[in-house]
DNA sequence: GCAAAAGTGTTAATTTTACACCCATGA
DNA sequence: TCATGGGTGTAAAATTAACACTTTTGC
């Protein structure tokens, strides 16, 4: 990572990413635990280089925090209150773990970047779905783990994320029925069943399997593929994937 | 206005402002035209004062540009690419208005303001929906007039804004249907049939009568009042208005 | 053959569309 | 009383929802 100045990065300005993931029928938010004392929660930021595109900028972050390329992204709200959260919890966090990282502060170079850091800030919010099974998750110098999370048992997060990621959620359940986007959340092929499982997870209310089966096919944004078989002792369903 | 520099705004970011009105059956777009040699026509932009909420800064541009409050805001897309087309267009503005304005840039104060306006940019997409007949345009240093022009009849836009125009006129055609917010381009109390001319000159296509009323009806967010005596020689309307 | 689950089809319910009818208004 | 356009109701069409029937799979 660049050093924190003006000069390689945008000042003021961040992205939130907030990363969906689908297992065992429940919607999962990838989240990352601070290198802190305490337990303390937080989204995925980062900042945009000055020679970058936004878009660039919010794939490189991805890519940086899951190991994967060609995600899928989806902006969705910039986030721009004046209480400076960002300050008052940093402060508060330096604070609290003076006696260990006092060094922190004490260099000129971390000094600087302290206060570039601890600037208000405008974030843009994006919003990212992922197959699971191909992230691989990368700490950085500030997390201690970074796990997935179910929505429903999502813990207080620091600053502002608390609101970033509802509003995500509210714009994932608003955008899936136009954009016809879950299917990012699967592996590449997958069966009707299991696109099932995860609108039904997301909205959280059960669906008829064959209108279902209907409604989706009638996107016409699928192709048929070869049948699984399963092992089971019932008919085997297709395989689909995204035309 | 305060001076351009980083303390007392949020450098390299803008906010762009995209404002509807309606008359005569037409959807316009306020557009200005710039106080420099050619044709060059822009949005409205403002930037972010440091101790100003994003939504804040966005109503006081448009409150500056439009001469009223209240007005109904959505913010719809953040465009950041890092090609600067702002700079190019601005050095070659001031290249061409050279004689006229060669004091601008000799002044060390505008110097130190250019440099900060030429910078690559984050912009913030708003559009605004308003009541024509309330808003009454106001000059800044910077444009010579300041004009409706129906969406059909739209030239060439300067730097991005385009980009900006086309994406705010596919948000608010995407969003109508979902917040009722039409009914912005009105005045206080309208009548179905002024609804429903809004519905298809937005949409480009006719509805039929008693099934538009019916629509908009059940959608259980107007009010219905007295009936507004014409003078036509035909039954008079009801008037309506938001609950 | 049987149970389980997937694929397909059929009917009922609901919503949307088209259009007809009646009513108020001013000449 | 007539022409005009607004308000309301009704029948047809289309879409959506509910559910039944058929097929495939492994034991």
């Known amino acids: 990572m660049d050093v924190l100045s003006d000069k390689n990065y945008i000042p003021q300005v961040a992205i939130d990413c907030v990363i969906f993931g689908y297992e065992n029928r429940q919607l999962k938010v990838l989240l990352s635990k601070l290198a802190f004392k305490g337990n303390f929660y937080a989204l995925h930021s980062g900042f945009i280089k000055q020679e970058e595109d936004l878009d660039e900028a919010a794939k490189r972050i991805l890519e940086d925090r899951t190991g994967f390329q060609d995600i899928y992204l989806e902006q969705f709200k ?35 970047a302290y206060a570039w850091f601890t600037k208000r800030f405008i974030s843009i919010g994006y919003y990212a779905l992922v197959d699971m099974k191909r992230v691989s998750p990368k700490l950085t110098q500030f997390d201690v783990s970074i796990d997935w999370c179910p929505i429903q048992e999502v813990p207080e997060l620091i600053m502002h994320y608390d609101e970033v990621f509802q509003e995500a959620l509210a714009a994932l359940r608003t955008d899936i029925d136009h954009k ?8 590449e092929k997958f069966t009707m069943k299991e696109v099932q499982q995860i609108y039904e997870t997301i909205f959280e209310k059960e669906f008829t399997r064959s209108n279902f089966q209907k409604k989706i096919l009638d996107m016409d944004v699928l192709e048929r593929l070869e049948k699984r ?5 019932n008919k085997a369903p297709y395989l689909y994937r995204l035309k």
Chains 1, 2 share one sequence.
């Open 78 to 112: 910039v986030f721009g209150r004046a209480d400076n959260k960002r300050k008052q919890f940093l402060d508060a966090l330096i604070q609290s773990n003076y006696s260990e990282d006092r060094k922190f502060l004490t260099e000129t170079n971390n000094s600087n």
């Open 180 to 187: 016809f986007n879950a299917f990012n959340l699967l592996p």
């Open 229 to 233: 078989l399963t092992g089971a002792k």
